[in-house]
């Protein structure tokens, strides 16, 4: 069972940036489709960004797009969220996880593994 683990949440002023860091234990990291999604209070968990196996192929929610972005490091295991031009609505906790199969979905019933989450708080 892989382990995912995020990391750089924490509080930020609205307009400043952040950049979450997902890392994967076991040996077939670039093997999958990885993918971040956000839960606020009271609401669903929502897609976030999602980045094909050797990073060729991004997508975004259409909330984030033009101010975050998706990277990898398959030597290091980890997937990376650029986050840009924070806004109060983006503040949630934010979930790494991994997609068996395909690209490009935004059902979360599609990735087989999570990490903990983090949390992201943007400041008016």
């Known amino acids: 069972q892989v382990q995912l683990v995020e990391s750089g949440g924490g509080l930020v002023q609205a307009g400043g940036s952040l950049r979450l860091s997902c890392a994967a234990s076991?040996?077939?990291?670039?093997?999958?489709?990885m993918g971040w999604f956000r839960q606020a209070p009271g609401k669903e968990r929502e897609f976030v960004a999602a980045i094909s196996q050797m990073a060729g192929r991004t997508k975004f929610a259409d909330s984030v797009k033009g101010r975050f972005t998706i990277s990898r490091d398959n030597a290091k295991n980890t997937v990376y969220l650029q986050m840009n031009s924070l806004k109060p609505e983006d503040t949630a906790n934010y979930y790494c996880?991994?997609?068996?199969?395909?690209?490009?979905?935004?059902?979360?019933?599609?990735?087989?593994?999570w990490g903990q989450g983090i949390q992201v708080t943007v400041s008016s």
């Open positions: 996880a991994r997609a068996p199969r395909g690209f490009g979905s935004i059902d979360d019933r599609d990735y087989d593994s």
């Open positions: 076991g040996r077939t990291f670039s093997n999958y489709v």
